[in-house]
């Protein structure tokens, strides 16, 4: 299996860095007022941190379009408790004994919310639509692995020929550039589309009253603040599940606590960082924080003369103290990093020997090393702030430059940095593979400039075996030319945080309450 090649990064033909980071990740609309309307029967409310750039799965770059695809579109795979693979359009799949062929046996008797019945074949066709430059998905970096499929969105070359092919009339085959015994993983966030209706409608496919979905809900009524979605009439519900869904797009973190204090709202995002302690006291079990793949780290770019020198690259990860950071100050809402793999033991604060590193090329508190840290203007700034300031102790100083999200996207894009201060969102993929191939040579975080065949390699070993020791091993393998090279430093991982009223039950076992079909709303 390959995950990519050293030119993919910038020949992708939309996605941006902006989406791809997690920055600025706000979307449309402003603050939304806080009504206090009166509650229909079975009405989920809903506050979002912002709103979807597009509700078109082969379109959208937002984090935000990706958790309300959940709610009206099925993928091929679903997700079980903990993130488990589970049935969805596909209701089950094997592989090869070498997991380079995958065959997926699609459900019957599905449809569109148009009546039209919802085949393999749309599977087939989604495929080679997302692998087609002009219309290529979002996340295309992630089906690299499928024959055929790069050479599409990268070259140029006829999506209809990638190795996706029908057997029969209900099963899907799939064959790999190389072993993936997760494959089934990366399944779960390919939303198949209805082809019928863009043949109609074209671009235009998702407008309200246009929109053809194949899950519970149907999007009704769109503002630039405000969704709602009513149960879709071709069925797909289950027992309880909301009557309909308001969302809204609420912007600022404290606004969507009062919203949520006066009951104006039943699910609330993110609410503010430095607050967590304060709301899990507050509200308790309806306080929800539920490990999630948001990690925070420092890019350093490898392109500029100082941090050519791994050992220098390393002094600096080395010398700032994680866990004074993430208790002190962020106040216990975050989780120290001081590697990739989030369950191996951390590695201890180490100021003796990144001092060391330091002073054998020539830096010292009196000579130090000097470079511009940039960061976003968010909390990530107290933590930059810190930072700089242990690093003084060891012969480094940092000149903190605070920028809008997008501008700190620009100057990764272009290289045109010293080091970063970013956030990766993989959204609800918890594999530490999925991490770690996105600093790899072409990954979708490629901002560091570093570049390591044997990396690479180990990621591609570490793919083709099942879940256990052996490829647990080999995941800590493809970890350690990171940890050893430094091409960036990991300072700390995010939860998923939310505030759920009383009335709403129900769920995923394991996982935030983002599928919201499978909730319960108790009048």
Known sequence: MTYFQNSDFNKLPRRKLLGMFGIGLLGFGGLAACSKGKTGKGELRVALIGGPDSLDPFEAEFAISALLFRQYLLPVVGYGPHGAASPSIAKSWTSTPDFTNWTFEIASGLKWSDNTPLTALDVVKSLQLGAD??????????????????????????PKKI?????????????????????????????????????????????????????????????????????????????????????????????????????????????????????????????????????????INTKRAQFRDKDIRRALSMGFNRDLISHNIMRDAVNPATRFIRDLPAIPYDKAGAQALLSAKGFSPTNPLRFELLVAKNERERAAVQIASMWKEIGVEATIGTVDGSAISTRLNGFDFDAAIVQIDKGMKSDPLDLMASFGSGGNAYSHGWKNPDFDKALVEAAALPTGDARN???????????????LAPIWFGDSAWLRAERVTGGIEGMAPIIWPSLHVND
């Not at 091993?473 to 091409?487: D, G, N, Q, R």
């Open 133 to 158: 430059p002009k219309t290529a998905y979002p996340d295309a970096t992630e089906l690299f692995s499928i024959k055929g499929y790069r050479d599409a969105v990268v070259n140029g070359a006829d």
């Open 163 to 299: 190795a996706v092919r029908l057997e029969g009339e209900n099963k899907v085959v799939i064959e790999l550039e190389g072993a993936d015994a997760n494959f089934p993983l990366r399944m779960q966030e390919f939303y198949p589309v209805p082809m019928q209706t863009i043949a109609t409608y074209g671009a235009n496919w998702t407008d309200i009253g246009k929109i053809v979905v194949s899950g519970p809900f149907i999007p009704t009524s769109r503002t630039q603040t405000r969704i709602v979605f009513d149960k879709n009439p071709s069925g797909g519900w289950t027992e309880n599940m909301p009557a309909k869904i308001s969302v809204e797009t609420v912007e600022d973190a404290s606004t969507r606590v009062r919203m949520f204090q006066s009951k104006d709202v039943d699910l609330a995002q993110d609410p503010p960082l430095l607050r967590y302690t304060h709301l899990a006291r507050e509200y308790g079990a309806n306080f929800e924080r539920t490990k999630a793949p948001r990690f925070i780290y420092m890019s």
């Open 473 to 487: 091993a080999a995941l800590a393998k493809a970890e350690s030319f990171l940890l050893s090279e430094v091409p």
